[in-house]
């Protein structure tokens, strides 16, 4: 997990997601092409929530998100998304 110099703002949440699975579990390949979204990640960076929502994730934790959820970014060469922490499902 790299240090990101970012800091969202109010229940925003920054996260790294996982990488795309590059082969079946029967141990074919799959092409860049045909590679789902990934629906999970890292928590990189956590805003300070809002007076009226407390945040619940925190940096480091694993999360499942929705697949059209947060929008994309791109940090020193990496990916993000950048998120409401309401767009998250759950932490796994």
Known sequence: MAKVNIKPLA?????????????????????????????NGKVVAVGPGTKDEKMTVKVGDTVLYGKYAGTELKLDGSDYLMMRESDILAII
């Open 11 to 39: 229940d925003r949440v920054l996260i790294e997601p996982m990488a795309a699975e590059t082969k079946t579990a029967s141990g074919i390949y799959i092409p860049d092409t045909a590679k789902e979204k990934p629906q």
